[in-house]
Antibody
Framework: EVQLVESGGGLVKPGGSLRLSCAAS????????MNWVRQAPGKGLEWVSS????????YYADSVKGRFTISRDNAKNSLYLQMNSLRAEDTAVYYC????????????????WGQGTLVTVSS | QPVLTQPPSSSASPGESARLTCTLP?????????IYWYQQKPGSPPRYLLY?????????GSGVPSRFSGSKDASANTGILLISGLQSEDEADYYC??????????FGGGTKLTVL
């Protein structure tokens, strides 16, 4: 059974840092690209970042570029999101999501999601 | 990144059909993109429903009933999620998504569907 379990959320002051983790199990983690998607309280979904299976390709939304860093450790079946210079608008539930794609990467789907971890940025 | 426009809310009665729309900005042609749809119920993560590019290029998520289908209205530059035979369990938030650059993802603002 595929499982994604996020951790590391909590309360942090503006300007602070936090590192989120996502522990994966039930599939060959090293074969899949992974993503972070966030959802502010009562708001919609926002794609945050993606990382390819071997970490060769990394992308960020404009809203977090330069502040957040995505990484992974395939030996530990884990995905990470280092969040620096946090702002109040970064307050959200952060989900990790497995990305499945076709051979040409023209179809990219988030087929499994974790339950999310809440990050609150407040003084 | 582009903005995908979804009506904040929609409602329909059980057994009826619901047509949820996702309008792309005018500088992005809906005909050129896969439109992905996700469903989210309160307290749960999103669930992938389907993608639609054309009638010959579409896909259903695992276990997603055939009552859920996609289409496009090119004249309105809009992607459409059609839910037929509405059931109470279909009450949820629905999000469209595209990959405008094949690297950066964009979600619509979501539509809250109420089954009356």
């Amino acid at each position: 059974e595929v499982q994604l379990v996020e951790s590391g959320g909590g309360l942090v002051k503006p300007g602070g840092s936090l590192r989120l983790s996502c522990a994966a199990s039930g599939f060959t983690f090293s074969s899949y690209s992974m993503n972070w998607v966030r959802q502010a309280p009562g708001k919609g979904l926002e794609w945050v970042s993606s990382i390819s299976s071997s970490s060769s390709y990394i992308y960020y939304a404009d809203s977090v570029k330069g502040r957040f860093t995505i990484s992974r450790d395939n030996a530990k079946n884990s995905l990470y999101l280092q969040m620096n210079s946090l702002r109040a608008e970064d307050t959200a539930v952060y989900y990790c999501a497995r990305e499945v794609r076709d051979e040409m990467a023209t179809i990219k789907v988030f087929d499994y999601w974790g339950q999310g971890t809440l990050v609150t940025v407040s003084s | 990144q582009p903005v995908l426009t979804q009506p904040p809310s929609s409602s329909a009665s059980p057994g009826e059909s619901a047509r949820l729309t996702c309008t792309l900005p005018s500088d992005i042609n809906v005909g050129s993109y896969n439109i992905y749809w996700y469903q989210q119920k309160p307290g749960s993560p999103p669930r992938y429903l389907l993608y639609y590019y054309s009638d010959s290029d579409k896909g259903q998520g695992s276990g997603v009933p055939s009552r859920f289908s996609g289409s496009k209205d090119a004249s309105a530059n809009t992607g459409i999620l059609l839910i037929s035979g509405l059931q109470s369990e279909d009450e949820a938030d629905y999000y469209c998504m595209i990959w405008p650059s094949n690297a950066l993802g964009v979600f619509g603002g979501g539509t809250k569907l109420t089954v009356l």
